[in-house]
Structures are given as structure tokens and as C-alpha cells.
């Protein structure tokens, strides 16, 4: 075992996961865990769903309790945030001093991309990241507002169906020809389109929104996407290109620094190039594989991409990734709001699966990631 300390950078799903899996191998040396943010690690899918709903309170959404972290003499603490990493020292600079490491474990995820068109707006405008942002949003979300969401993205249309939830007006301002476009393609992404259209949503597709599509809005709620949280990284001279470069054992370009999460650029050992991944189970999948490297059992993460997504009583499982080469066929089965089904077919391999509505349908859609050829 090694001497330790382990120091985590980032309070979030990835760097508690780290954490976690370090006990889980039996790590005994210390493990100190620095967040910016004033709570407990937490997870963020809850918050443009169950409790932007009003369904769940904020608590639920806490990867564990104050006691379960003492009880694994993990050192989480709050509210300090990391200015600078010295490779050559071994050592952070933080807002409560320096903290030397013998692992350094980067998990500082993302933030929201700004639009300032929308930020120069009358109507207040969110983003929605925190747990701050999903609470200021909720009580936005009023019976007759007129809530303007710019972005058909997964935050968008989530934020969608909480706003119809709550009987706001909603108008979505996508410049794709239709939501999730780049993701899904035409044959899945329009059945989104139906059912947002289903539920009232006013979709503007296929053009930038203005200045003038706002100024009616009671609310605007801004889901472009987000950027890589590589300042840090970078500044301390590590390999950064649209997220920390790592290899497949999670390790950067400096052996005792591990980079996990939203803002890992990972070379992929079964997709067979480099991807970055903003998804929950990826922050939980690679949080265990950095454990697994600074343990020593060197296992490779090696898990295809998987998200997915609740909207109204919508729900879906995604498998795989496209990727620049896209993909040749889509093949589907039954109906979108009932048992659902989908399979991106590239060269004869299935390279994406989606199941909606049939959480049994997990593991089965999962495993026909990567067969070829495709089952019939
Ligand atoms: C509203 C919302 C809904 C989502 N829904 C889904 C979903 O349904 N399905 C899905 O698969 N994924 C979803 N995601 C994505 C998923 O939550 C992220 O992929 C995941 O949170 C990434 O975890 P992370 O630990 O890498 O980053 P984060 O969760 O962003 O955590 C990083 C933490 O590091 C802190 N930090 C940054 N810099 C510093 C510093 N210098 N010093 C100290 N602390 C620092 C940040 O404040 C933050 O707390 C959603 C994301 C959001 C925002």
C-alpha cells in the first residue's frame, strides 16, 4: 500500500467515487477530499429532475452522509478551493493553505457555457449546474410563466418537462434542426420532437435565437452545453486537449496525477480512440478505475459510454457512442412512449443502443453494444 496522502480535487460524483473505492480496496493511508462547493459530494441528474420537480429534497440527491464519510476516515472538506497544483512539489495550493499529496486526483467537472445574448437579457437567466441553480430555478417555474429555454439538450428538454410540470409556458430555442440532433440523429432525435410538441412545448428549430425571442420571457434557462474544467491542469503544465489527456489507466501526462470524470479525455480501450464523457455513471465508473490505478491493480476503464433521461413519464437508457464516424443505419422497435428500442449500426456492429420505457431491457441493450453482426 502506499504511504498516501490521496488528494482529491473536486467534490463531486467522480471524486467521491475515488474516495469511496479507495476504502473498497482496502487503501489505508489518508484520503483528503477538497471541494469548492459548501455541501457534501452530490450527485447532479436530480436537479433538472426530482428536485427541480419539488419530488425529492435536496438531501437525496448527497452520495452519503456526514457519518458515513467519517465512518470511512475519508477527509472531505468543503468550501476549499484548489488555486494551484505543483507538479515538481507534490503539492496543492488551496483557499486554506498547502496540502502536499503522493497521488494527485483531478475531478473538477464542468460548468455551464455562457451565452451572453442571453445573460444581457431583461429576464433573469439560469444555468443549472448546483444545487444553488436548481432551487433559484424551481421557484421560476410557476403556474403561466413564460419560461424561454435556449438549448435542445438533455438539460434543456429535463428543464422542459419540470416547466410543463409546473404549467409554465415553454418555448425551446434549438439551432439544430431538432433536439439532440448531434447525438441521436434525425430518426430518434424527431421522436423527442413529438413528444415535447405532445406536451405543449412551442419548439423554434433550425435558427439562433435573438434578443427578441427573449424580451417576452418571464424566466430563461440557458442549456448549451458545458466546458471542461481544465484551468487548473493546465496552468500546472499538464497535457490538456478538450479535457485532461489520460491513458487508459487514467494517468496524465505526470505519473502521480489521475484525471477523472467530465473533464477526462480518455484514450478508450474498446472504442479505440480518445473520448470525453459528461455522464453520470462515467464520473462513478472512472472515480473506481482511478482507485484501481493508485492501488495498483492496474484495470484499464474500459466501460462504453451510458447515459439517460426522464422527461414526463419518459424514460431512456443510451449505450455506446457514434462518435465522429457516425453511423450507417438506425434500426427500431415499438412504439417511442411505450417499450421502445433503438440500435446505431456502423460497418455492420452495433455501436449505439437505447432502450425507453423498459428499465428490465438494461443488460440486454447494454451487451448488444459491440456485436457484430447486428442481432437480427
Ligand atoms: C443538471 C444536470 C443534470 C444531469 N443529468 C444527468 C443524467 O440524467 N444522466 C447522466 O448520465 N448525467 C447527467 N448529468 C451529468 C453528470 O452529473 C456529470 O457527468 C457528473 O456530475 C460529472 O461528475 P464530476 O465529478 O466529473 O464533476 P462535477 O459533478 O461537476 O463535480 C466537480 C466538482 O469540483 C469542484 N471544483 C472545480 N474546480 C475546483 C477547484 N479548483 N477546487 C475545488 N473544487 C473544485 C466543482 O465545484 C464541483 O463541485 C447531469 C448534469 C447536470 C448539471
Not at 200 to 214: N, T, Y
Request: avoid cysteine; charge should be negative.
Amino acid at each position: 500500500m502506499n504511504a498516501g496522502p490521496v488528494v482529491i480535487v473536486g467534490g463531486g460524483l467522480a471524486g467521491a467515487s475515488a474516495a469511496e473505492a479507495l476504502r473498497d480496496r482496502g487503501y489505508d493511508g489518508e484520503v483528503i477530499l477538497l471541494g469548492v462547493e459548501r455541501h457534501l459530494p452530490y450527485e447532479r441528474p436530480p436537479l433538472s429532475k426530482s428536485v427541480l420537480l419539488g419530488d425529492k429534497e435536496v438531501g437525496s440527491a448527497y452520495v452519503h452522509d456526514q457519518t458515513w464519510w467519517r465512518d470511512h476516515d475519508i477527509d472531505v472538506r468543503t468550501g476549499v478551493e484548489v488555486h494551484s497544483v505543483d507538479l515538481a512539489g507534490r503539492r496543492v495550493v488551496t483557499s486554506a493553505g498547502e496540502q502536499p499529496y503522493e497521488w494527485l486526483v483531478l475531478a473538477t467537472g464542468s460548468e455551464p457555457r455562457h451565452l451572453r445574448l442571453a445573460d444581457e437579457a431583461d429576464a433573469p437567466v439560469h444555468y443549472l449546474r448546483t444545487v444553488e441553480d436548481s432551487l433559484a430555478l424551481k421557484d421560476s417555474l410557476t403556474d403561466g410563466a413564460k419560461v424561454a429555454i435556449v438549448g435542445a439538450g438533455w438539460i434543456g428538454l429535463e428543464v422542459a418537462s419540470a416547466a410543463r410540470a409546473a404549467k409554465a409556458h415553454v418555448t425551446v430555442y434549438e439551432t439544430a434542426d431538432l433536439p439532440l440532433l448531434a447525438v441521436l440523429g434525425p430518426e430518434v432525435a424527431q421522436h423527442f420532437a413529438d413528444l415535447h410538441t405532445a406536451h405543449d412545448v412551442d419548439l423554434r428549430l433550425g435558427a439562433a435565437v435573438s434578443s427578441e425571442d427573449l424580451s417576452d420571457a418571464d424566466v430563461v434557462v440557458v442549456g448549451i452545453g458545458a466546458a471542461p474544467r481544465t484551468e487548473l491542469a493546465e496552468a500546472a503544465g499538464l497535457a490538456v486537449d478538450d479535457g485532461v489527456l489520460v491513458d487508459e489507466l487514467l494517468r496524465t501526462s505526470d505519473d502521480r496525477v489521475l484525471a477523472i470524470g467530465d473533464i477526462a479525455n480518455q484514450q478508450h480501450p474498446v472504442l479505440g480512440r480518445r473520448v470525453r464523457v459528461e455522464h453520470w455513471d462515467n464520473a462513478i465508473g472512472q472515480g473506481k478505475a482511478a482507485a484501481a490505478t493508485i492501488t495498483g491493480a492496474a484495470e484499464p476503464y474500459a466501460k462504453v459510454p451510458y447515459f439517460f433521461t426522464d422527461q414526463y413519464d419518459f424514460g431512456m437508457e443510451y449505450f455506446g457512442h457514434t462518435g465522429p464516424a457516425g453511423y450507417d443505419r438506425v434500426q427500431t422497435r415499438g412504439d417511442f412512449n411505450g417499450p421502445f428500442r433503438a440500435w446505431w449500426i456502423r460497418d455492420d456492429v452495433v455501436v449505439a443502443a437505447m432502450q425507453a420505457n423498459d428499465w428490465d431491457a438494461s443488460d440486454e441493450t447494454r451487451a448488444i453494444v459491440g456485436q457484430a453482426p447486428p442481432p437480427d
